[in-house]
């Protein structure tokens, strides 16, 4: 089932449990505005290239629209349209005053230099930069982009506006990044573990965890769950798998990965078929690579007792289903992975302030946040007698809800 398919529908059940106004209900759903651009750049060899770009602006009843850019080939509508509906939610979730919005380019950016990279961005923010803005709509990085991505929009866009650095988040800090930024999904996932744990009263100390996907929330989270005293067992990225029972050592394999760009021939663990990482005898599963990964031919052969979503939309409805007469507890991504966005917001607020916070505050201030959202996400579901993806789905449509009616919309 495609992201967008699985969305809708979850909006829609959680717009059910509420009992909304029909007409408020389809008004939520259609997006705010949709841009979609052709970018043209000269390539290194003086041929001509031309990228699709697209920005999917949801919503912005609550503030700002906020949402990632990503680099990927398969960068569509669809795609771009449930992530961007997925960000009003998690913002709402979260309680920062945001909405949600996505964006994209059609590329491979391994197949592009380091200057087709910069001109591809700086033709696309030329594009959309009337649309975007300080306190219209704020971009961050995604798949395929970074800080140095977020560095050249903030530079093109200040051309037009003037110094805009809280236009972007995720910048480099020398710009008016945020301290904390890097881990901050990660972080945030350890924090929304320790709430779930703390729930069934246990905690991270002891427990065994695999996770799919060692990019940077993959590795942050391995890394702070082991100073935590958790197990990671198993690890898998695109280049392999490993599993060692005893708990793998991760400062060596963090520094085996930088060295050899992934975890395959890592020494501390055996070599495992990647596709079996979900279906690893632990405790915990982290899902923090790509969507669709936990569907209804493998759900069934998930053996951990819970499964926090680092990644967007890893499982899909019907797998939900299987895990769910199983006995398996879902930390549901628009609550899981909303550390990122939430230390966006504070790295916007020091921007707009013009004065930077200490790390210790970041991660201090995230936590704060992620207890806050855990407990907010448990009201609704026993209000609502729903799942943890039911009541965070209801709590964010709910607050987008009450914010639109507040503003002033009639059906």
């Known amino acids: 089932m495609n992201a967008l398919v699985a969305t809708n529908r979850n909006f829609k059940l959680a717009a059910r449990l509420l009992g909304l106004d029909s007409k408020l209900e389809r008004s939520l759903l259609i997006p705010f505005r949709e841009i979609k651009v052709e970018c043209t750049i000269p390539k290194d060899d003086g041929t001509l290239a031309s990228f699709v770009g697209f920005r999917i602006q949801h919503d912005n ?3 700002p629209m906020k949402g990632g850019i990503r680099y990927h080939p ?13 960000m009003t939610w998690k913002t709402a979730v979260a309680n920062i005053p945001y909405g949600g919005a996505k964006g994209g380019i059609g590329c491979s950016p391994g197949d592009l230099s380091v200057s087709e990279l910069e001109r591809l961005t700086r033709v696309f923010t030329q594009k959309i930069h009337d649309l975007i803005g300080i306190h219209a709509d704020v971009p961050a990085p995604d798949m395929g982009t970074g800080p140095q991505t977020m560095a050249w929009i903030l530079d093109e866009y200040s051309k037009f506006h003037g110094y805009s650095p809280a236009v972007v988040t995720g910048k480099p800090i020398d710009l008016g990044g945020s301290l904390g930024r890097d881990a901050a999904t990660g972080r945030g996932v350890l924090f929304a573990t320790e709430a779930l744990l703390n729930e069934h009263g246990k905690t991270i100390a002891g427990q065994r965890f695999a996770i799919q996907g060692f990019g940077n929330v993959g590795s ?5 769950i082991t100073e935590k005293g958790g197990k990671i067992v198993a690890v898998s990225d695109v280049t392999g798998a490993i599993k060692n029972t005893n708990g793998i050592d991760i400062p060596s394999l963090l520094k085996h990965a930088k060295e050899h760009r992934g975890v395959k021939g890592f020494h501390g663990g055996d070599p495992i078929d990647p596709n079996s990482i979900l279906v690893e005898d632990c405790d915990i599963l982290i899902p923090a690579a790509l969507g669709g990964v936990i569907n209804r031919e493998n759900a069934n052969d998930i053996k951990a007792k819970f499964i926090v979503e680092a990644a967007n939309h890893p499982t899909d409805p019907e797998a939900d289903e299987i895990l769910s007469k199983k006995g398996v507890v879902i930390l549901p991504d628009i609550y899981a992975n909303s550390g990122g966005v939430t230390v966006s917001y504070f790295e916007w607020v020091q921007n707009i302030q013009g004065f930077m916070w200490e790390e210790e505050k970041v991660n201090h201030e995230l936590k704060t946040y992620m207890t806050k959202g855990f407990k907010d996400v ?15 789905f209801t709590l964010g449509v709910n607050r987008v809800a009450r914010a639109t009616v507040l503003r002033g919309w009639e059906a």
């Open 74 to 86: 398969e960068v569509d509508p669809d795609e771009v349209n449930a992530l961007a509906q997925l």
């Open 220 to 224: 942050w989270a391995a890394q702070l």
């Open 378 to 392: 448990k009201e609704m579901c026993q209000t609502h007698n729903c799942d943890l993806r039911m009541g965070a």
């Open 61 to 63: 009843a609550r503030g």
